[in-house]
């Protein structure tokens, strides 16, 4: 969500203001671009600023599809110009408000553990990935950056590794080596977690032996591949959803989609049999994105298109998913299933087949 382009690289006041405009446009799609908004005033330095858009975002009368991540956020900028006492009560806030939501425990843990509040950052990383995580076989991609940095505060605090840390351990070495194994000029081992969270390394950058040092770029160089691959894709690969009264409309007004779209139920079995798929294949960072006709027939339009061209489906969706429609693939424990049953995903379409 907040851009990594360099602040000399980029006009990020201008680039604010371009997204303020986009949301007026798309009143819709507001909520993400106005984030992505408040992201660059904090990149230019204007927290003031991005303070203004999360407080216009949070006294907003439409409900918001995030508001604990729009108050971690806030928090987070607050503390960074010398609120603190608000940012604390903020803090408070969201974890008492126990979010279902991965990206508001990492946020205003990482804003502890920046401001050197080490067993206040442990906590809520702990009580995030508790919360989220009892009981679940397989961690989904939004839940990895809890693990590592909870695994990395733990470390910085010298206590012993437990069984997340274990997990964090697992699924860092199996990112490492899918990463190591799709670049084949790399003649290095991936570098593991324990090393790469060392509170020592920052020992080894002021040493005069050429070795240390050589192993300290190569830690470097193992983190900004995975920093790499992780900004490659700012939002996730997204499969298009149709709920049925709108796939209805669609099928009805372009006929030419019926080939697409034989019915409602095998469109939903489609869904989650591709998207396991994509999981299976060790595709990270997989989502949904719901379509309407009037949006679809919108975008169509924009592209100079006919609506009826299924070529043009992917393309919706990506932009969907660029535009901050897309919600994560597989839901959290508990959570609702994604078809709009009502039914929670493991009762439905989370069940194994």
């Not at 206590?159 to 997340?164: A, L, N, R, T």
Request: proline content about 7%.
């Amino acid at each position: 969500m907040r851009p990594d382009t360099p602040a000399e690289n980029v006009d990020h006041s201008a680039e604010a203001a371009r997204l303020e405009r986009t949301a007026a446009r798309y009143p819709e799609d507001a909520e993400a671009l106005l984030l992505q908004a408040a992201a660059h005033l904090e990149l230019a330095g204007d927290r003031p600023a991005a303070t203004a858009l999360y407080d216009r975002l949070l006294s907003s009368a439409d409900a918001l599809e995030t508001p604990h991540l729009v108050r971690a956020l806030k928090a987070s900028n607050l503390w960074e110009y010398g609120h603190e006492a608000e940012a604390r009560a903020i803090i408070d806030g969201v974890r008492t408000a126990s979010p279902r939501d991965p990206a508001p425990w990492v946020i205003v843990a990482e804003s502890l553990e920046s401001h050197d509040e080490l067993e206040a950052a442990q906590e809520t990383f702990t009580e995030g990935v508790t919360l989220l995580l009892t009981d679940v076989s397989e961690p989904p991609y939004s839940t990895h950056p809890l693990l590592f940095g909870r695994h990395r505060v733990r470390r910085m605090l010298g206590v012993s590794h437990d069984e997340w840390d274990t997990l964090a351990d697992t699924l860092h070495s199996a990112h490492a080596s899918s990463s190591t194994s799709s670049s084949p000029s790399s003649s290095s081992s991936p570098v593991s977690l324990d090393e790469l969270h060392d509170p020592k390394r920052v020992w080894s950058l002021g040493s005069d032996n050429p070795a240390e040092l050589e192993a300290e770029i190569s830690r470097l160089r193992a983190e900004l591949g995975a920093f790499r691959e992780a900004l490659s894709r700012p939002f996730p690969v997204a499969v298009l959803h149709w709920p049925e009264g709108e796939l209805a409309e669609l099928v009805g007004a372009y006929e030419s989609l019926a080939v697409e779209y034989p019915s409602h139920e095998e469109h939903l079995a489609t869904i989650e049999g591709s998207l396991r798929e994509l999981a299976a294949s060790g595709t990270p960072n997989l989502g949904i994105v719901t379509g309407t006709v009037p949006s679809y027939e919108a975008f169509a339009a924009s592209e100079g298109a006919s609506p009826g061209d299924a070529d043009l489906l992917p393309q919706y969706a990506t932009t969907l998913a660029a535009r901050g429609r897309a919600v994560v693939w597989p839901p959290q424990r508990g959570a609702s299933c994604w078809c709009g049953s009502g039914e929670a995903y493991g009762e439905c379409h989370g069940q194994p087949r």
